[in-house]
Structure formats: C-alpha cells, structure tokens
C-alpha cells in the first residue's frame, strides 16, 4: 500500500502539470513544486549585467571603466588601477592609479622613471611597476609600450589567462599551434587578436616588425683605422646619429666627411631603434689644402733661418 502511494505521486503530479496547461513539448527546466519552467533568462541578464569579473587570485576588471584592478597583499585593501593587464604589450598610451596610501616606484628600462604621470604613459620600453611594503617590494605590474614600427621585440607571450584569436602578417591569416605566444620573427606587417578567458574581452596588436639595422658604410676605414678622411654614408631620414671624438660629442658635418685626426665611435639608431656601432680611429691627415699651406708654412720658417744665419755671418765679417 506504501510503495502504491509512493509511486502514484508523481503521477498525480504529472498530470497537475497537464492540466495546468503547461506545454508539454517543453524541454528545458521544470521546477518540480510548481510545475512551471525555470526561466533562466533573468539568471543570465544578472550575471551579464555584472560590472566586475574576477580575472585571478587579487585581479578583476570593470566592464564600465575597462579597467584592471590589483589589490596589494598586507594592505588592508589598497588597489592598483591599470588599463593594461600583467605583461601586456601595447602600442598606446598606458593609465596607472595607485591608491594614496601605497607608496610605488615606476620603472622604465630598469630606472626610475621619475615625475612619471601615471595617468598618460607613452613613452616606449619596458616598464615595471614596484610597491614598497614596510620591509620588502613587490613587483606589482609589468608591460611594454612599444612604437607602431619596431625592432623592440620578436616574440609576444601572452598575459596569464589570455589565449590568441587570430594572427595575421603582411594581411594574411597565419597557422598557430600555441595559443599562448605569437612570433614576431620575420620583418612586416603584423595584427595580432587575442582574447581574456574571464572576461571575453579582445585585444589587438598592430605594428609593423623591422629587425633590420642600419646599413652605414665608411669609407677610408680599414681594419678600424684611416690613414687619410673618412666618408660616411647609408644615412636615412629618420635616423638618429650620435658621434663621439676623443670621447667628446662631435658633430658629423652635413657632407659626412671627417677629416681631424682623433678616435671616433659612430653610432645610428633608425626609427625602428634598431642600433649599428662603428668604432674607428683616423691618424694624423693633410688634405691638399693643408698640405700646401703645410709647404708654405715650413718655407717660411726655413727662410728665416736662413736669413738669420747669413745676417750673423755679416755682423762677424766686420
């Protein structure tokens, strides 16, 4: 009689379910107290609705402010705001906010970058971000600013929790097996579409590659000497020069000729920061010019020697 009743509950539920009318074609889920369908749009518009997401362990992201935000441990809460996440790369400009009672250090190719605003950071390198704690730092935030052409990097690892969409150079779709890093190898045109697992939002790298450093060539130099002027030549517009003579900064005449004797190192940056060094010294050099006058100088002094000589003569004669 027991198991009778027990089987003929839900039967008898059942057909309450049926004569409420519910669409019995239904096939999501059914709340079984009340017979009606679980409607999990409401569930789904709350979650979406949600400004933050939590990217890891002290990290989440605001949709509305599209913003990055670390809590320092033993802080008592205190935060770190960036609009880049931990090891981004990035060819725009990079927005800090340090909560007012952190004490941070900003870092740009291993110095201090001091007076830093950390509102509108642009200028290109390698930046590290360091929070001093009573007894320790802790290295908070890393990224790299780089320009739309550069030699700067080769490869791009990608932040944790973030895997590639796409990779594209000189405008054609390339074949990757490893979702974590895109490789930058080969000069030209690169786009690269990577994604944040936890929050699904995208990202895009455009920049051209050019590994490919100045071509410069000096000519009268051999072996790193010159025994006579030297020409220099492959300047572009757009390169960056830095000449140093005898270890003072010399300038490099608008002919490129150099012609005073000393110990040169020739340095060219193009503007992708790719950097060729040329070190060189030029011994003691006469021109045409400065031979003749030198000539003419040693006549001088030999004729008044010599006019000295007679006109000592002279004076004994008598």
Not at 88 to 106: A, C, F, K, P
Request: charge should be negative.
């Amino acid at each position: 009689m027991f198991i009778f009743k027990l089987l003929s509950l839900p039967l008898s539920l059942l057909l309450s379910v049926s004569s409420a009318g519910v669409d019995m074609d239904y096939e999501g889920e059914i709340d079984l107290f009340t017979g009606e369908p679980v409607d999990t749009t409401q569930e789904e518009e709350a979650d979406q609705s949600s400004d933050i997401v939590k990217v890891s362990d002290g990290v989440v992201y605001s949709y509305e402010q599209n913003l990055y935000t670390y809590t320092v441990a033993d802080s008592s809460g205190l935060t770190v705001s960036s609009n880049v996440a931990n090891r981004m790369i990035t060819t725009g400009s990079v927005y800090l906010n340090v909560d007012s009672g952190l004490t941070s250090e900003l870092y740009l190719d291993g110095e201090i970058l001091e007076d830093a605003d950390y509102s509108d950071l642009t200028l290109t390198g390698n930046y590290a971000l360091v929070i001093n704690g009573n007894d320790s730092q802790t290295q908070l935030l890393t990224f790299t600013i780089v320009p739309e052409k550069t030699g700067m990097i080769s490869s791009y690892q990608l932040p944790d929790g973030f895997e590639l969409v796409e990779v594209a150079f000189d405008d054609e779709e390339q074949q990757f097996n490893d979702k974590k890093i895109a490789k930058l190898k080969k000069d030209g045109s690169y786009l690269i579409s990577y994604r944040c697992n936890s929050t699904g939002v995208e990202y895009a790298l455009k920049v051209e590659i050019d590994h490919t450093p100045p071509t410069v060539e000096l000519d009268g130099v051999e072996d790193g000497k010159a025994k006579g002027a030297v020409t220099v030549s492959g300047i572009e517009d757009g390169d960056t020069v830095a000449l140093i003579r005898d270890g003072s900064e010399y300038k490099l005449p608008t002919d490129g000729v150099l012609k005073m004797p000393g110990k040169y190192s020739l340095s060219v940056t193009d503007d992708a920061g790719n950097t060729v060094t040329d070190d060189f010294v030029i011994k003691f050099y006469l021109d045409r010019q400065g031979l003749w006058f030198g000539i003419l100088a040693a006549a001088v002094i030999i004729s008044a020697i010599t006019y000295m000589v007679m006109a000592r003569k002279k004076l004994r004669v008598r």
